[in-house]
């Protein structure tokens, strides 16, 4: 496990860390969650080798190769579902459900990273803090509240070593702002809350003066200003509320305060780049649409992820 408060200090203020402290231990206290001794005792056993990272075509690869990786492969198959990704760790592939490199290479060419103290809100295991760090920027402070992903990150962390990536095992919603971060990556998180509005708002309060949101959410097609509140799931998924087409996401983020807000990409999710592999043998995004793939299977459009980029006014 990590020593929190050798990890948060420096990181953050003062008056942050104490506020987090309490908040990150009864969020990894033991009976948190069933598998969570589970994915400790596999944390314990992992190999040690020479820690070091690198991102290669879009794999995070990290730690050098063991001479006979077939127990490591086991011991990494206790943390399935791998959802983010491409990894290799220790010289095990883990081919992920999702191929993250491609998200990351439709926005990485819009934005300069370089120096820059970023907030990633849902970060999954941390796969884009990485991606993040690679790209220049100084210093990644991530939150997930799934303990899952943060037993894989803490897997991940284990072959790379520190490196100034965090992850906190908490909701975003329970760090405090203190308008100091120069960029928030926010995706595949606002389809999920009930009051889009909040969590845009709330984004604005940990921006600095002229810092930047990056959005990435599920849209709908059509020119007007409308959305689609799905009545039960979408795609499979449970908690999707409020899906707006472009013209309503820009409205709601000029409704928030947001200036220069600029579209960045449009792009259909495949089921090339979702999908069951190995490491993530559970239904996906082919089992969520029509055979056809023309709808999802509740008969709702199928996914396209809109990513925005936004300021927060001088
Ligand atoms: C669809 S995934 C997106 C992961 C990653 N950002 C990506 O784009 O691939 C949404 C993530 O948000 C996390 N999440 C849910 N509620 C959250 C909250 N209140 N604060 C931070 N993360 C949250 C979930 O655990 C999940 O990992």
């Known amino acids: 496990m990590l020593d929190w408060t050798r990890e948060l200090e420096g990181r953050l203020a003062p008056e942050t860390v104490d506020h987090l402290l309490p908040l990150i231990e009864a969020a990894t206290a033991p009976g948190r969650h069933g598998d969570w001794p ?5 944390l314990e056993q992992l190999p040690d080798v020479n820690s070091s990272w690198s991102i290669e075509n879009g794999v995070l690869v990290a730690g050098d190769c063991l001479a006979s990786p077939n127990d490591l492969n086991t011991l990494l198959s206790e943390f399935i ?36 103290r970023i907030l990633d809100i849902g970060a999954g295991n941390g796969y884009f803090g990485y991606q993040m760090l690679a ?7 991530a939150c997930d509240p799934t303990l899952l992903f943060f037993a894989q990150y803490l897997a991940i962390r284990h072959f790379s070593g520190p490196v100034n990536n965090l992850l906190l095992p908490i909701r975003f ?30 984004i604005m309060d940990h921006l600095r003066v002229d810092g930047r949101l990056l959005l990435e959410t599920l849209t709908i097609p059509g020119d007007d200003d409308g959305e689609l509140d799905p009545p039960d799931r979408y795609a499979n998924m449970r908690n999707v509320h409020r899906l707006p087409t472009v013209t309503r996401l820009v409205r709601w983020l000029k409704a928030a ?16 780049e979702q999908r069951s592999t190995r490491w993530m043998p559970f239904h996906s995004l082919t089992e969520a649409l029509t055979e056809e793939q023309a709808l999802t299977i509740e008969g709702h459009p199928p996914p396209v992820r809109t990513t925005m980029l936004a300021r927060k006014p001088k």
């Open 38 to 42: 589970r994915w400790q005792a596999a």
């Open 81 to 116: 579902p791998w959802r983010k990704g491409p990894l290799n760790l220790a010289g095990v592939p883990i081919d992920t459900e999702w191929r993250s490199d491609w998200k990351w290479n439709r926005l990485v060419s819009s934005m300069d990273l370089t120096d820059l």
């Open 135 to 141: 790209g220049g920027a100084q210093q990644v402070i």
């Open 173 to 202: 919603e329970q760090i405090p702002p203190r308008a100091d971060f120069d960029c928030v990556f926010s995706m595949g998180v606002l389809y999920h809350r009930r009051d889009p509005m909040a969590h845009l708002r709330a």
């Open 257 to 272: 305060g947001y200036v220069q807000v600029q579209p960045l990409d449009q792009t259909p999710t495949t089921v090339d």
